[in-house]
């Protein structure tokens, strides 16, 4: 099977691009803003732009447009949150109409479909903590859930990595090692997704585009199996779209 080709669109910095990658993707990202920090090939463009023109380009899709209107902060802020663009409806619509697999990302609280994966999971964790981290991933094809492994303190990357105060909020230096991710600043990792999520959500992604290795494929990427001995925890299966 040839490298099949992923779209990673809203990229930012390349996070859920890099588990892709690492589940042997050539990605592909796009942003409407510059990411002088992605690590593989970018393009600076509208998302439903560039989607309409390119999408036959590609094998696979992911996407992950602006959280803030669906966080638990927009919902005690209502008046700011309607300043917020909520994307998620026509990026949906859009997904679809290709006929590709596909997935989307966002805040745990967004109105998707779909799995939840969190950072015990993975086993991401430093000396004074886990990074618990949840995101919810809707996905086009069946996919399995892992159950979370909450134990002990949780630790998290947000905001700017100033409040030294707060001992569940990481720095940098802490960020990049609990989210495994080394090549972006502080701002940039309180955005990324940890690749270890889409490298998961990759094996699954291959297994579509090979059914006959399904097993394989899951295994190299790095998810759990179907007995649940990678990550110690149990699976059941997730929601689908389809």
Not at 14 to 23: E, F, I, K, M
């Amino acid at each position: 099977m040839q490298q099949p080709k992923g779209l990673d669109l809203f990229c930012g910095a390349g996070g859920c691009s890099r588990g892709y990658s690492d589940a042997e993707f050539d990605m592909t990202g796009v942003d409407i803003n510059p990411q002088p920090h992605y690590p593989y090939r970018f393009v600076q463009a509208d998302w439903a732009e560039y989607l309409t023109e390119h999408w036959r380009k590609y094998d696979f899709i992911h996407a992950s447009p602006p959280c803030q209107g669906y966080s638990q902060l927009a919902a005690m802020h209502p008046a700011k949150a309607a300043t917020y663009p909520k994307l998620i409806d026509p990026v949906r619509q859009a997904l679809r109409a290709t006929d590709l697999p596909y997935v989307i990302e966002n805040v745990e609280t967004a109105p998707l479909s779909g799995i939840v994966l969190c950072g015990s999971m993975f086993d991401l964790r430093i000396d004074r903590g886990y990074l618990r981290r949840h995101r919810r991933f809707e996905t086009s094809f069946q996919i399995e859930q892992p159950i979370c492994a909450h134990a002990g303190p949780a630790v998290g990357v947000y905001g700017h990595g100033s409040h030294s105060g707060k001992h569940q909020m990481c720095n940098k230096a802490d960020a990049a090692e609990v989210m495994q991710i080394d090549w972006m600043n502080r701002d940039e990792l309180a955005q990324a997704i940890p690749p270890a999520y889409t490298r998961y959500i990759g094996g699954f992604v291959l297994a579509v585009l090979e059914p006959s290795n399904q097993r394989f494929h899951a295994d190299r990427a790095g998810g759990p199996d179907r007995t649940g001995t990678s990550h110690r925890v149990e699976l059941r299966t997730g929601d689908t779209t389809r």
